[in-house]
């Protein structure tokens, strides 16, 4: 099953390498890791998208991470209100009669044209995975010269209703 995982961690050097050395050595597949600074100076925040085999392996590895000294808050967010983004450079080949058919194709993704040359285009793209892979799948007769996706960066929505018409924080 495919999960995705959030870190919160001090911004120290080896830090990224500790953690996804702890996930190799638990057998976890990383299918895209993301990493960045937080809003707090000195933090940084890590998505992980993994292929965990069952759930008691998951607990262990959430665990595990817990217990590293720059780790200071690991979630599992998968099943939780998120909000999510890729983002996606694409390199076309095209010339100059295409490019108004690839502005049609990319219009509808929110998406844009970002470099031209007189052999590629290259567009950029952002939003949830499968929008990504669409426009990815549509490109492809083109002839895709160059990609590169940053992977999946998210975190939990704000306030989400309860049953009883009340809000909590999904944060805590």
Same mark, same amino acid.
């Given at each position: 099953?495919?999960?995705?995982?959030?870190?919160?961690?001090? $911004?120290?050097?080896?830090?990224? $390498?500790?953690?996804?050395?702890?996930?190799?050595?638990?057998?976890?597949?990383?299918?895209?890791?993301?990493?960045?600074?937080?809003?707090t100076?000195?933090?940084?925040?890590?998505?992980?998208?993994v292929?965990?085999?069952?759930?008691?392996?998951?607990?262990?590895?959430?665990?595990q991470l $817990?217990?590293?000294?720059?780790?200071?808050k690991?979630?599992?967010?998968?099943d939780?209100?998120?909000?999510?983004?890729?983002?996606?450079?694409?390199?076309?080949?095209?010339?100059?009669?295409?490019r108004?058919e690839?502005?049609?194709?990319?219009?509808?993704f929110?998406?844009?044209?970002?470099?031209?040359?007189?052999?590629?285009?290259?567009?950029?793209?952002?939003?949830?995975?499968?929008?990504?892979?669409?426009?990815?799948?549509?490109?492809?007769?083109?002839g895709?010269?160059?990609?590169a996706?940053?992977?999946l960066?998210a975190?939990v929505?704000?306030q989400?209703?309860?049953?009883?018409?009340?809000?909590?924080?999904?944060?805590?």
């Open positions: 099953m495919k999960r995705i995982i959030t870190a919160t961690v001090r $911004n120290r050097s080896g830090v990224l $390498n500790r953690i996804t050395s702890l996930l190799q050595r638990r057998q976890f597949n990383i299918e895209s890791i993301s990493v960045g600074r937080t809003e100076e000195g933090m940084s925040k890590m998505t992980f998208v292929e965990v085999e069952d759930s008691q392996k998951l607990e262990q590895v959430t665990k $817990n217990k590293q000294i720059d780790v200071i690991v979630s599992d967010i998968t939780k209100a998120i909000v999510a983004r890729e983002l996606a450079l694409i390199k076309i080949v095209s010339n100059g009669q295409l108004a690839v502005q049609g194709i990319i219009e509808p929110r998406a844009s044209i970002i470099d031209v040359s007189k052999d590629s285009l290259s567009i950029q793209v952002t939003g949830k995975p499968d929008k990504v892979e669409a426009l990815i799948e549509l490109l492809r007769p083109y895709i010269k160059e990609l996706r940053t992977g960066t975190f929505r704000g989400q209703p309860n049953t009883d018409g009340s809000f909590q924080s999904l944060l805590g």
